[in-house]
């Protein structure tokens, strides 16, 4: 409601300053370009409830380039990321709470978090932004306090569980200790010390046990029948995935087939779980691919990570490209711009950091 009441404002007042759009008018086509091949892909759709569902739960895509564009003057770029940290604090003391009354019931405490509070990849996803954001606020701001924020997120996101969290937080840590510290010394001695907490939190936390303990039981590279396990399942995901790529190549499946397309391909493949709980590609790639073809997957995964990637890395914004290379990491392992909580967070962070990084360079210019 908040969105949609934001984005009537939003036209209004474009109605009243249409040169606005005009001057963003090539930035906006590119942010909205995932909407647009999801609509174009629903003339090679059959299902077509499924198709609109779909793009109905994309129209963030195109909400939010509106409404920055037009509001984006008000919208304080560093309030916005504090008010996220605030409320990311408040989910991760109970997730601590959680963490210290279940430790000893050891697997449990991650089903604890997918059903108590999240799904925790995306809890996971939501603590390394805020791992990010927290960083760069140190660096503008010289405030102590948020290397403090910082150590806390990152904890909270390994406390979650996730696999790809786990390994993109140790990823995280080192890069920025490269980052801030100066002194080679120093650099190494934090180095060290991350590797001996990672590797210690790998083998001390239940939940963190329990999920990669899954990695060294695998009896094959691939979809085993026999094997129901987390990583035997996403093997499944992954093959069903590439071969409806391969029957699929140009145009893809159309926006609202994918799923019955996996049904149908799950079966076939005697994956009992893949069909009766309609599982997604999990890797958002192929995901993208599957849905709409190399060609059109291909646009909306230049959109979504390539031009965010090579503009951040021109313009020297460590944050927005640490923002794209988190969504990019979290969704190898899950179809992460499916699903509500995904889109509707990376096109808020992304059109936010996107629009002053923009409205900056507009501003040197003028």
Not at 167 to 188: D, G, H, M, P
Not at 235 to 248: D, Q, R, V
Not at 326 to 332: D, I, M, N, R
Request: charged letters at 15%; one cysteine or more.
């Amino acid at each position: 409601m908040v969105i949609i009441g934001l984005l009537v404002l939003a036209l209004g007042n474009l109605f009243y300053d249409r040169p606005k759009l005009n001057e963003y008018k090539y930035v906006f086509l590119i942010l909205i370009a995932p909407l647009l091949v999801y609509l174009i892909g629903l003339l090679n759709t059959q299902n077509l409830n499924s198709g609109l569902s779909f793009v109905s739960r994309n129209l963030s895509f195109i909400a939010f380039p509106v409404i920055f564009i037009s509001l984006g003057n008000l919208v304080k770029k560093s309030f916005a990321l504090n008010t996220f940290i605030i409320l990311v604090v408040i989910i991760d003391l109970y997730l601590v709470y959680l963490f210290i009354y279940y430790f000893n019931f050891g697997e449990r405490f991650y089903m604890i978090i997918q059903h108590e509070i999240y799904h925790s990849t995306y809890l996971g996803l939501y603590n390394l932004l805020a791992f990010w954001i927290s960083v760069w606020a140190f660096k503008t701001y010289k405030s102590k306090s948020y290397i403090a924020l910082a150590i806390f997120f990152v904890i909270a996101s390994i406390l979650t569980a996730s696999r790809i969290v786990f390994l993109l937080s140790f990823v995280s840590l080192i890069i920025s200790i490269l980052f801030l510290i100066e002194s080679r010394v120093k650099r190494l001695l934090l180095v060290l010390a991350t590797a001996i907490i990672t590797l210690a939190a790998l083998f001390y936390s239940p939940g963190l046990k329990q999920k990669f303990k899954q990695l060294v039981e695998i009896n094959k590279i691939g979809f085993d029948r026999t094997n129901y396990e987390s990583i035997s399942s996403r093997f499944g995901k992954l093959e069903a995935s590439a071969s409806i790529i391969k029957n699929n190549p140009l145009f893809g499946t159309g926006t609202g087939d994918l799923t019955d397309e996996l049904v149908l391909e799950y079966r076939r493949m005697n994956f009992t779980m893949g069909y009766k709980y309609q599982y997604n590609p999990h890797n958002q790639v192929l995901s993208n691919v599957a849905r709409n073809g190399i060609l059109g997957g291909s646009i909306c995964l230049i959109s979504i990570y390539i031009i965010p990637a090579y503009l951040a890395f021109r313009r020297r914004d460590f944050l927005l490209f640490a923002f794209v290379c988190v969504f990019f990491g979290v969704g190898l392992t899950e179809s992460i711009l499916d699903v509500h909580k995904g889109i509707t967070s990376y096109t808020f962070f992304g059109n936010l950091l996107i629009y002053n990084l923009i409205r900056k360079s507009k501003t040197i210019k003028d």
